[in-house]
């Protein structure tokens, strides 16, 4: 579903991405690791909406950079959620609506039943609070059954009950064939969900597999008492279905190299 090669994402002397080989398959894959590990970045690239350095992505078989046409196929949520300020959230969902040719009313009513955005879809976004934001900037991901979803923080900012809900659309949509890509640090409840997880850290890919092979090592990853003695990473294709392996080194020691600068992954 996506594809990258050899990619690399520079922003001036930054190397947000490097080297990154990977092939994200369908279903849902999460996408974790410690910030500014090129999360969001690969995201980006990933939607076209940055253009790599070095290298190369694919979406769904096209050049997203080149093609805007797979754009259509694709529905987004950032965070911080970006969104206009004066406009309602209706008005926004519309003009999303509007952009990939589908009918606006219908695909309101549809994702506001789904995240219980009714109460306040006529307010003005600036006047929201920060769930509801959320909230707007999932939904918008909806609009027009993508093919497949990016969720960039998607549990994040909201209530328990919220995120359960999300959680249980997620897995609906799963079911009908939409494929996604989440970035969460609350990752845990997803983890049922998942087929596929990728932990980018300090802009390499640090674990890559089917999410029941690396179930274990995520965990011993990401748990507290065990971060400092974890250390596995996955640079090409062939090793991306290996379980990780203890070692000394830190995930969440890692920041992104500069340009010059050796990789310590
Ligand atoms: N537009 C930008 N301009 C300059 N540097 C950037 C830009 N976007 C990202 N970076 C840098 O690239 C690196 C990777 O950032 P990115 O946002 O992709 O990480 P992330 O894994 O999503 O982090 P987080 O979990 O904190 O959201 C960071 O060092 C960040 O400062």
Same mark, same amino acid.
């Given at each position: 579903m996506i594809e990258a090669k050899n990619l690399q994402k520079r922003f001036g002397p930054i190397v947000a991405l490097d080297d990154v080989n990977i092939k994200v398959p369908k279903g849902l894959t999460l996408l974790l690791g410690p910030n500014g590990g090129g999360k969001s970045t690969f995201m980006k690239l990933a939607l076209g909406l940055y253009r790599p350095t070095k290298g190369e992505i694919k $979406?769904?078989?096209?050049n997203p950079w080149k093609d805007a046409n797979v754009r259509k196929n694709v529905g987004a949520s950032f965070d911080p959620p970006a969104l206009p300020k004066f406009v309602s959230g209706r008005e926004w969902?519309?003009?999303l609506a509007e952009g990939k040719g589908v009918d606006a009313e219908e695909e309101i009513a549809k994702v506001s039943e789904m995240f219980n955005l009714e109460a306040f879809l006529n307010r003005r976004?600036?006047?929201?609070?920060?769930?509801? $934001?959320k909230r707007l900037s999932i939904a918008q991901a909806f609009i027009g059954d993508p093919k497949v979803i990016f969720l960039d923080e998607p549990l994040a900012n909201i209530d328990f009950d919220s995120v359960a809900q999300i959680v249980?659309?997620?897995a609906q949509e799963k079911e009908k064939g939409t494929s996604f890509v989440v970035i969460?640090?609350?990752w845990e409840p997803l983890l049922p969900l998942a087929d596929y997880?990728?932990?980018l850290s300090a802009g390499r890919v640090y674990l890559a597999g089917r999410a029941g092979d690396v179930k274990e090592g995520l965990e011993n990853l990401f748990r507290s008492d065990k971060?400092?003695?974890q250390h596995t990473r996955v640079t090409n294709e062939e090793k991306q279905d290996k379980e990780p392996s203890a070692s000394n080194e830190s995930l969440f020691n890692k920041v992104p190299r500069r340009k010059g600068e050796k990789s310590r992954v």
């Open positions: $979406l769904l078989g096209r969902l519309s003009f976004i600036d006047r929201y609070s920060s769930g509801m $934001l249980s659309v997620i969460s640090h609350i997880a990728v932990v971060l400092s003695h």
